[in-house]
């Protein structure tokens, strides 16, 4: 299944999904702050769905809704 990336100015969100057990997948966010300058290492925080799901897809939807949560929180 194909990451979704978000990006809203320097803050770039990637909605992903990972298997956490037999027929469980949880939804996962990486949040990556780029400064523009290639030299220094790319700031990234991991955030985590806390429930659950029965399918990858219904993972990667609740880490796109994640995503957007995050981004719509960040002031630029």
């Known amino acids: 299944m194909d990451d979704i990336t978000y990006t809203k100015g320097i803050y770039t969100a990637t909605a992903s999904v990972r298997e956490v057990g037999s027929d469980t997948w949880q939804g ?3 949040l990556a702050r780029d400064e523009g300058d290639p030299n220094d290492d790319q700031e990234t ?3 985590e769905v806390e429930a659950t799901s029965s399918t990858p897809e219904e993972a990667l939807e609740e880490a796109k809704a994640l995503a957007h949560r995050i981004l719509g929180e960040i002031e630029l």
């Open 45 to 47: 925080t991991l955030y």
């Open 28 to 30: 996962v966010v990486t």
